[in-house]
């Protein structure tokens, strides 16, 4: 069975710019969530897809918007990006809604300039 | 306001002893607790978990203690391997979907 898998592995955009980050789920999984771990801290959660509609939302401004596709995988899109949107962006799937048995991908470094 | 802390940030400890990681909470409504284990370069690892209902779990070398009324969890890893060295996340669940971490601490196991 695959994992979770998150494209680009790293990526550098400028100030202002718009970002799309990827994902798909692991195999048999219906729900991701998206986190953000800035450097020296812990995943803060952003939000959870299920069934392609938003199921709950972190403490994070709505230029961070997500999509879910038919096939479960994911996008996470950032607007206007700003400084401290610098960090590792993690994916987790998982096949209910609950928190438990998540699995992770191994996220995707963005750095804003 | 950190709803879950590590105040730990790091930990060295001996290979064969005992490792013991810590973890605060604030809030009381957490009904879940998760360790997750991270190596660089990789997404986070599911290690172990404990309802807010028991005051133990354990897997192997694992274990979770869970003190409630302290608002406090802790990890214990015996006996300490070298492929143990990670930073290990403490993670609370609310009502729902989100999972709330701790900073993490750095374990590291001298051989």
């Known amino acids: 069975e695959t994992g979770v898998t998150q494209s680009p592995t790293h990526l550098i955009k400028t100030r202002g710019q718009q970002v799309t980050l990827r994902c798909s789920s692991q195999s048999g999984h219906n729900t991701v969530s998206w986190y953000q771990q800035a450097l020296g801290q812990g995943p803060q959660f952003i939000f959870q897809y299920y069934r392609e509609e938003e199921n709950g939302r972190g403490n994070f401004p709505p230029r961070f918007s997500g999509l879910q596709f038919p096939n479960y995988s994911s996008e996470l899109n950032v607007n206007a990006l700003e400084l401290d949107d610098s960090a590792l962006y993690l994916c987790?799937?998982?096949?209910?809604?609950?928190?438990?048995?998540?699995?992770f991908g191994s996220g995707t470094r963005l750095t804003v300039v | 306001d950190q709803q879950v802390k590590q105040n730990s940030p790091s930990l060295s400890v001996q290979e064969g002893r005992i490792s013991i990681l810590n973890c605060d909470y604030t809030n009381s409504m957490f009904d879940y607790f998760l360790w997750y284990k991270k190596y660089p370069a990789e997404g986070p690892t599911f290690l172990i978990s404990i309802s807010s209902i028991k005051d133990k779990n354990e897997d192997g070398r694992f274990t979770v203690f869970l003190n409630k009324s302290a608002k406090h969890l802790s990890l214990h890893i015996v006996p300490s391997q070298p492929g143990d060295s990670a930073v290990y996340f403490c993670a609370a669940k609310e009502y729902g979907n989100k999972l709330v971490f701790g900073a993490g601490t750095i374990l590291r196991v001298k051989s």
């Open positions: 987790a799937s998982s096949s209910t809604q609950g928190a438990y048995g998540y699995t």
